[in-house]
């Protein structure tokens, strides 16, 4: 049986209001379940890869509802934990032109953030593993979700799965006693691939570099697991047009990828999950640096186009992206 | 200028599954701004009166999206407190012939909860008011919604205000150290007149009678103040299909109204809050008690035909429901 | 050539709230074209006849679609003037339950209220009719109406063609200065066959008989040319649960039809138009008076199941409705 | 692990006007993909069980939305086949009071119906499963259906499994050139519980007895293997309002089931697959004759309730209408 | 307490096709109360400025339902009169790329031109406000209109309340019998802020100077009043992307705006309004000209992202655009 | 009587996803109903031409539907024959930004593929006829088809009816057995204005020449009937922002267009069709070549802002982007 890509975190609803309505005049927001990793995993699951997402979902039919969202992507759901009372929420409202797309959280005393030490049984979930994924969101969560993230990341390190860390280290977020500071480096240590920016190195490591390159360099010494470190810089024209490329250290050097120009943009969210799953895919599929590299990029890119917090398309859809072929023409 | 109905509670987002879908069905969900206190001071200001909401909403979009929609209602708004993190929410599946209705909670935590006693002018309130409406949803909901729903209790009564009490006894709320029989007793004892059932005498009061009349008579031994007790019976057919009926204990004996049958059922949210709004303009519009009661229950009735948890009907949509007049007639 | 049942009268746009909401509740409406009299012969294009609508729209992007609807529904639209600023206008909130359902009607200063005498030819439309349809709508808009309503009953006449009018009495019409007792009189002189109640015999015919049989006999005494007289009797259990039979005088008797009962309506606007079609599609195609007026009476009561004006209902659901067949049941 | 009820059978899309219009009157359709066997193993997932579809979907999007919109619903979809050109479709006209429902099947060369005999391993999944369930529709549509599924028959039968086969004559199917006659005995020779009623005997096993009793007492001296038969019967009302109850023979006697009203119907598509799912869910899980029969009907009779082929319906939901209880009560 | 903007002018409920239609595919119109003035105030009211709206609307629901909608907005609507028939209407199809959107209006007869001179109490509601804002639309609606214009002008000016006035000449109004030349210096001599263009100019005030400036000064000579003129420029690229920057004449110098490239337009409507609403309120919250005309047009500009005719951004959004600051980017 | 445009061809529903989703996304689909010959006789008929349209359609509510249909559009549906079982469909799924819009066609077997040879009475249509089309698709469906569009073009050609043919090749059709190459050749011999490309000259005529112009050349000096040849050329930025120009052919220079820029694309299918018939309504309304092609391509671009296949703009739409006035003005 083919080995899975495993991610953990929260799964949230997400409420986003219609045809671009402000808040006060929506009448109805459209639904759905999303979260950083499970967005990884669900693109994954839509390249035709084995992928499991765990997490915990409250005991009530919205918990219910997310566990159908999640399966009917074709992501295993062996091992949800279904506990707890409140689903976390997030409203998104999306701008266009020059008005910017607003997000309001509403996470806090979730039944995933109320998880318990030792509540997963690991072992049993890296054992089927071939690669394991987590987000800097879950340990800024609660001292639960930290604590299950570093046994998480203990466990793959046993079993010999490889681990990917994308740090998004979010300032709102880390209001239940810790800092980042206190809590990131000892994942990391065990994080072999990592999706970060300067502010990042700054927030999570205490690494103050202001050359990207300098600061991959002094990370993966101080990490020296590490492989890979990669992220990508985005212009905004206006909350409709974007342009967006990667870059990637690959232990050695930098590499940009080239320059997507993105209009109109039907959706960014979860572009940044899009790309991660993008470049999971690159690594475990044989292909070398540059084209994961610029297969990750295709993906977050067409992750734009598409609503919802998932990357609906195919690994043809992204080959042709980066390779330039047929972008936009009618397919019959 | 016209002395003012006020009433303090929560307001909170509804989201409504559409076409009786249940959640998993569901990819978008209606909206809109409700709450017990609040659907009965809006169903007062589209009857015409003067009516203002106190509550709390958070800081954020959504905060000032429940502003607007109480508004729009024609009620007041100008001591709403702006302060906290989350609005509070409530999740409506309706369901159709044998299949119930199904609502799942998210308020805890919310802005409202966290009010702190002192934090409303009463004082300044009551001076505008002629009635005062309170629901033992509040006192459930936390310590300080209790001691500021006692606050306001209090400066009714130091400003001559009627107030009027929806005893509304709810199990899944009560969960901040104090129950219902520490809490209510005090509150009932500034209150003039109170919707209240069996389950709520026992619950709030600890008065354990089965017989409303009996349980009437010694409720108002215990306070005297008490001018009316009433409540509505419902018999459920089945979801879409109910009966309803109207009692009032008027101080020394009890009478029934007449029975409404109502199918189909749009929406029997709200229907108690209409009766009450039905109740207190009867009595504040020189009706005496039988027609004020046969208007409380025709409001009551007509709530069940709108969407939503407020009955927008008007006077006379009531007054010729209570009649028997031009029932369901096409209005050209 | 199969010759046309023609009908004169204004069709307006409709717009109707969605979901049984209140006006003030609506943020989008429902929008179709429709008019009593073009609901009698899309109902019969529908059955299959050759049926032609004689109207006035505006010179603006409303009135072309309006005509883009008549057609749709298979009605001839080639005698149809295009003139004038609007397009007359009805918002329909529909009840449910106690609720009624309301009409605001906008139709004043509409392009078909200023139609001027002999802009329509009349006799190259009559040449081509088998049967005429007028409403007591047309005359109560405007003197030009009435004016042009009477020249298409002189043509009918003078070309051997069946007139038929549903005298539809509406007081809050006719404000331009004449009365309905001054104008009707005439037009039902050159009448065959109408529909007609106690109200609008004695509104338009200032015959103030109670009892309708006896009122049937002293219409057709007076208007001598009247073959057939005919109504519906309508129980509103409530807004969205009906009964209904129809009645017809025969020129000797009155029968009654059986009796429907409705529920759930979904739109009961146009029941009478389809009824009236349904009698116009009976005699015109062998039925006996009984069979028509229980033909009539069934097309009347499927319209309820259908949104909108017209009764988009086959002959054959029809028949089997008013033979009590297959009522309701899954047709695969 | 647990075994698995299995089915096999066709998967269509399901395209359905919306707010009961006409087809000429809608300008969009809502889809779903449904089929009798695929809504018996969903609600059985739905129910908390293993379950399984095998079927054949296109190698298109629309066969690939189609494995998604199985998998959403708990069902394991590892054995579909995914090869072929096209989906098979049907239409649904949804009526209401008098006016019927309709179904446009557009279901002939679909990818399901060219599947090819040997073309499923049964025999690994019969190793896991403990039920199999088929229908009478699917040897209907084609040689290579009818033969897959024989196959899949004795594989089961040779595992020791279960086999349920809702026999469901369609006159309409029956087109590649054998009848039912030819076809279905054999099949019914290696099933053991059918949902049958007088036509199906008839039409299947050229038993033609009026008498179900009796009937069911031939099938079972010339089937011996078979253990119970059951059926449904319908009272329609009209289109919105049925009555429904169930039979069983037990293999001495006929059981009738209560008796239950059903208005407004939400939605009849798949109350026999509801019902069929129902009585599987009650034998697997040690209930006896009796009860099995009444979860069977209270499933069937909620899924009236729900938009849909699936009954999203609990075991606690079931269970509290086989028994009387909270009918239609709002649960909070 | 704090004192008030106040504007005069009509409400319509506008209709709008969704998803780009044209009018003739369209079944359903979303729907909105707007108008010139309304659209200024219900900006301020979303600035947090203290704002009412003098209008007239019909007694019957659509006329509460506009009530409803602006009181939504914040906006104060103590003297809105309640009289007449009908509420005016526009329609509006969006266009998109190279085509247009177009406006086909239905205001004639409507209950706000029937107003009567002295029919508002000017003096009350001057005696509370710091801003009068009017239209040109007003007093080309109707004589009634344009007397009680000049009426609030003159109370303005007596109460030493500022008078804002965006001249917006319409050819297709002014069918009352008057020519703007004849109306309109009246109520620019009373007023110290005007939008205007040349053709204003020229069709309002008979002054027919090419040079923008040049005209400005001719302006003020003639009406030393007014303290400043200002108006936007557009360069329309297509329906979805215009070009927008201001100019203003400060009663010495021209001076230009940045100029802002927008696509996607949502809604174009409003946008003058918008414009109109940032220069009132910089001027009143302390900005000199520049800063006030920095921020009307990043009013005006946004305006453009939301849908209907009021600008929902708060003085935040607009002072970010306006200095440039996190255009478009994803706010968390 | 003005005399027709005539098509024939296959007309299909088209269900296309709602808001750019994915197929698997779409929980409804937009419906109508669409052929490319279709297209071009309703373009012409909102351009106010007489034009009809000759079909197969099933014996369904369907096939009724899709008349309705077309006949809204104002085309004649005199001869359209219904027969046959299936409605031929396609899938639509709407692309955005780098993310191509993808068909998935469903036509097979269909009603259309099945028509007869002679069952079209072609002599009497050609007698009402000026212009005969037909397209590339219809001999690729099945012999049938091919046959009876060959009998049109001889009948066209037997009443000097002009004929165009849009060739259109398709690799996915030409399935019963013959090849473009033997089928085409005779139907372009009859043939005086075709829509072509290289690839269609090499697919269906062996004419394997690079040149635009030159194959023109050859393809003139084979088949000297032909007046006129045209193509678009469209550079695609992305899936919603394209670049369209045309070239025409005029019997002995090539001449191109002016380019167009078109973004956002709100539908693009169908914009052949415009081309197609833009270019018959300039030939046929006394416009030159070279004006003829600029309102050709002008049609092709505004259709790109029209949702559905059809061309819903008016001939002064057309003619006004042709010479690039008031483009994307707004309208009042």
Chains 1, 2, 3, 4, 5, 6 share one sequence.
């Not at 639904?31 to 499991?52: I, K, M, R």
């Not at 990669?230 to 320059?259: C, F, I, P």
Request: with cysteine.
């Amino acid at each position: 049986m083919e080995k899975r890509v495993v991610a953990f975190g929260e799964v949230m609803m997400r409420l986003s209001t219609p045809d671009n309505q402000r808040f006060t005049q929506a009448n109805h927001m459209k639904t759905l379940y999303a979260g950083s990793e499970a967005n990884v995993v669900a693109s994954l699951a839509v390249f035709g890869d084995s992928a499991e997402m765990v997490t915990v979902v409250p005991e009530n039919d919205l918990g219910l509802a997310t566990i159908d969202s999640i399966r009917k992507n074709g992501v295993i759901t062996d091992h949800i934990l279904i506990e707890g009372d409140r689903l976390g929420l997030y409203f998104l409202e999306t701008g266009a032109a020059q008005r910017s797309s607003k997000i309001v959280y509403d996470r806090f005393n979730s039944a995933f953030s109320e998880i318990k030490p030792g509540s997963i049984d690991w072992d049993s979930i890296m054992k089927e593993a071939s690669w394991f994924h987590w987000s800097g969101i879950t340990p800024a969560v609660s001292q639960g979700a930290a604590t299950v993230c570093a046994e998480a990341i203990a466990s793959a390190n046993k079993h010999g799965v490889t681990v990917s860390g994308d740090i998004n280290y979010r300032r709102n977020l880390w209001q239940y006693g810790k800092s980042a500071h206190e809590i990131m480096p000892d994942l990391i240590a065990g994080t072999h691939i990592i999706i970060a920016g300067l502010e990042d190195f700054k927030n999570c490591l205490s690494i103050d570099e202001p050359d990207y390159e300098k600061a991959c360099r002094v990370v993966c010494e101080k990490y020296p697991q590490i492989r890979k470190i990669s992220t990508t810089y985005r212009e905004t024209v206006n909350a409709t047009h974007n342009k967006l490329y990667g870059v990637m250290w690959d232990g050695r050097k930098l590499s940009n990828s080239q320059t997507h120009d993105i209009y109109p943009i039907i959706d960014r969210v979860g572009a940044g999950d899009a790309y991660m799953a993008g470049l999971i895919y690159g690594w475990t599929h044989g292909m070398n640096d540059m084209e994961t590299l610029e297969f990750g990029v295709a993906a977050g890119v067409l992750k734009h186009s598409v609503e919802g917090d998932v990357n609906y398309c195919s690994v043809d859809d992204v080959k042709q992206l980066a390779k330039g072929e047929n972008i936009g023409k009618l397919l019959r």
